[in-house]
């Protein structure tokens, strides 16, 4: 994971040293582990009304191969967030995690109410992690992304398998409600449900952001501009087409779309909305 890899995606740096930061705290104080990452529907929720313990055990997770597989997989993401741009991406991660949340306690609180006791009692303990955003934004990376075909092992596959595997690894115990929450939040931002990809952070909140950014994470280089002539006057072209668009985003989402010009046209339709 280095910076040259992360260019263009400062937020998800920056998401990827959250993550990192708050797991080596659980892991050095038992104590805030026990505050922040342990939660059950009852009766933290239904008795006690403890609403923030869904934020916080989405800070960090609890053991080192969870959070390993977690950063690999929010990293190999970081495509979602160049197609959408970063204030863009930002937004949608925020607005995914509200929707994510709110459906996770409703499907427990629906099965709490419909299930017997003795098999809602497993669903009752909530797994720690960023799983609703992880899966919410696995959902825009199987939709946007395209896959090239590679061989693995003798066998040809789309290259975003490691992607889907290592998620697959944290479908761990109690974990089944929030990836589902996350996967229909995804596809609820997907459909832009009452205008949810229109939603941006107020600019006062950007600026402090952009300050906080530079201060933990390192400095961006800047994208190369492609030397080929034929793909500069397809730039110049698609810059034509979508004039909003700067001349780095049109470069990557041809970088995306290994130069394939409909892709490209695809990939910045979807960053523009």
Wanted: hydrophobic fraction near 55%.
């Amino acid at each position: 994971m280095t910076a040259g890899g992360l260019q263009g995606a400062a937020a998800t740096k920056l998401w990827i040293y959250s993550v990192l930061f708050f797991s080596l705290v659980f892991a050095w104080s038992p104590v805030w582990r026990r505050a922040l990452m342990r939660l059950r529907f009852v009766p933290h929720i239904t008795r006690d009304w403890q609403i923030w313990r869904l934020a916080s055990i989405q800070l960090g997770v609890a053991t080192t191969t969870e959070l390993m597989s977690t950063l690999v997989v929010v990293y190999r993401m970081r495509s979602v967030e160049r197609i959408f741009g970063t204030r863009k991406f930002a937004a949608f991660v925020f607005v995914a995690g509200v929707v994510g949340l709110t459906l996770n306690v409703v499907m427990l609180a629906g099965a709490r109410w419909m299930l017997p006791a003795r098999i809602y009692g497993a669903m009752n303990i909530v797994a720690g992690g960023p799983l609703v955003t992880v899966f919410a934004c696995l959902t825009q990376y199987y939709m946007l992304v395209p896959s090239k075909r590679v061989r693995a092992l003798g066998v040809t596959v789309g290259d975003k398998w490691l992607t889907y595997a290592l998620a697959a690894n944290l479908l761990g115990e109690s974990a089944a409600v929030p990836v589902l929450a996350g996967v229909m939040a995804g596809a609820v931002y997907a459909a832009d449900v009452a205008g949810l990809k229109q939603w941006r952070f107020p600019q006062c909140v950007e600026h402090a952001a952009v300050r906080l950014m530079s201060l933990v994470t390192l400095r961006q280089a800047p994208v190369q501009r492609p030397e080929n002539r034929a793909q500069q006057e397809l730039i110049g072209r698609l810059q034509g087409m979508f004039p909003a668009a700067g001349h780095e985003q049109i470069a990557q989402a041809l970088q995306l779309s290994a130069g394939d010009a409909d892709r490209a046209v695809s990939i910045l339709l979807s960053s523009s909305q």
